[in-house]
């Protein structure tokens, strides 16, 4: 597997040799990093949960993503991502948590500009974790969100703050993209 685009293009990095890891090819990566780039107005802090081989992390600091946070529950993936910040020369604008995405949401004290997920896709608890996340602190005025998932699940047009901008199908993978809802806030009370 290798990035396609950005800084760079062309290296190549390593993906877990396992079968329950099922990085984003580079239709999807591709595909998906288009959609974003045409619709997030800033990338200085980026959240990639599921990260995998951190493949869609890597591809936004190839494209000039300011800042990483890659969140991985399995040490080797952690490891894998690691050396694939090395190798691309990014390490020092990324952090790798070796965490659940749950426990990492808790922990994680910023907002974020796009978040990228890319959750299993035999998680049926997706919806679950994506409402935490839309309700969550880690959204911020104009957080972008792109999930990665299997065209057998159906995602809510709402998470939370975050409601579906638009959803494009790949072969078996759907890319769907949220943006933060502002008239959501509006419905907030204000200070008594």
Same mark, same amino acid.
């Given at each position: 597997?290798?990035?396609?685009?950005?800084?760079?293009?062309?290296?190549?990095?390593?993906?877990?040799?396992?079968? =329950?890891?099922?990085?984003?090819?580079?239709?999807v990566?591709?595909?998906?990093m288009?959609?974003?780039e045409a619709?997030a107005?800033d990338?200085?802090?980026?959240?990639?949960?599921?990260?995998?081989?951190?493949?869609?992390g890597?591809?936004?600091?190839?494209?000039?993503?300011?800042?990483?946070?890659?969140?991985?529950?399995? *040490? =080797?993936c952690?490891?894998?991502?690691?050396q694939?910040?090395?190798?691309?020369?990014?390490?020092g604008?990324a952090?790798?948590?070796?965490?659940?995405?749950?426990?990492?949401?808790?922990?994680?004290?910023?907002?974020?500009?796009?978040?990228?997920?890319?959750?299993?896709?035999?998680?049926?608890?997706?919806?679950?974790?994506?409402?935490?996340?839309?309700?969550?602190?880690?959204?911020?005025?104009?957080?972008?969100?792109?999930?990665?998932?299997?065209?057998?699940?159906t995602l =809510?047009?709402r998470?939370? *703050?975050?409601?579906?901008?638009k959803?494009?199908?790949?072969?078996?993978?759907?890319?769907?993209?949220?943006?933060?809802?502002?008239?959501?806030?509006?419905h907030?009370?204000?200070?008594?």
């Amino acid at each position: 597997m290798r990035i396609i685009a950005g800084n760079a293009k062309g290296k190549n990095i390593i993906v877990p040799q396992r079968k =329950a890891t099922r990085p984003a090819t580079e239709l999807v990566r591709g595909a998906m990093m288009s959609m974003l780039e045409a619709i997030a107005e800033d990338w200085s802090e980026v959240l990639d949960i599921y990260s995998g081989s951190g493949s869609l992390g890597l591809e936004a600091l190839s494209r000039g993503a300011g800042h990483v946070d890659f969140v991985e529950h399995e *040490r =080797a993936c952690c490891d894998i991502i690691k050396q694939n910040l090395e190798t691309i020369g990014c390490a020092g604008q990324a952090h790798v948590y070796c965490l659940d995405v749950p426990k990492a949401m808790s922990l994680l004290g910023k907002q974020y500009d796009v978040i990228l997920a890319d959750p299993p896709y035999r998680n049926q608890q997706i919806g679950e974790v994506l409402e935490k996340l839309g309700n969550s602190s880690l959204i911020g005025e104009n957080t972008v969100m792109a999930v990665t998932h299997s065209a057998h699940l159906t995602l =809510a047009e709402r998470y939370g *703050r975050l409601t579906m901008l638009k959803e494009h199908r790949h072969g078996d993978s759907l890319i769907a993209i949220y943006r933060k809802d502002s008239s959501f806030d509006s419905h907030l009370p204000g200070p008594v």
